[in-house]
């Protein structure tokens, strides 16, 4: 099994910064190499990729809309991921769940099986 628990979430400004974070679990996840990602979801709209980083941190990979703004990382050990959140936009509130997937051969596509509850996150203009 693999438990994902999602922190760090709030009300911020625009312009503002929030770190979110997401503990993962499980006897699963101890097992096999993990890749982890971000994912959103707004009222009204469907979830939708954020960001995501291979299990060894080498490739991280990120939505356009949040480029050079959102930085995902890991700390493997720890099994942590987090997502740095800065220069927020009124458009990013929505709530963000943390996923995790068994990472493939290079070059494979990711592939996100497990999910946390998710986190709000509202930006007010």
């Known amino acids: 099994q693999v438990q994902l628990v999602e922190s760090g979430g709030g009300l911020v400004q625009a312009g503002g910064s929030l770190r979110l974070s997401c503990a993962a679990s499980g006897r699963t996840f101890s097992s096999i190499n993990m890749d982890m990602g971000w994912f959103r979801q707004a009222p009204g709209k469907e979830r939708e990729f954020v960001a995501a980083i291979r299990w060894n941190g080498g490739n991280t990979y990120y939505a356009d809309s949040v480029k050079g703004r959102f930085t995902i990382s890991r700390d493997y050990a720890k099994k942590m991921v987090y997502l740095q959140m800065n220069s927020l936009k009124p458009e990013d509130t929505a709530v963000y769940y943390c996923?995790?997937?068994?990472?493939?051969?290079?070059?494979?596509?990711?592939?996100?099986?497990?999910w946390g509850q998710g986190t709000q996150v509202t930006v007010s203009s």
């Open positions: 996923a995790a997937g068994p990472s493939g051969p290079s070059g494979t596509s990711l592939r996100f099986d497990y």
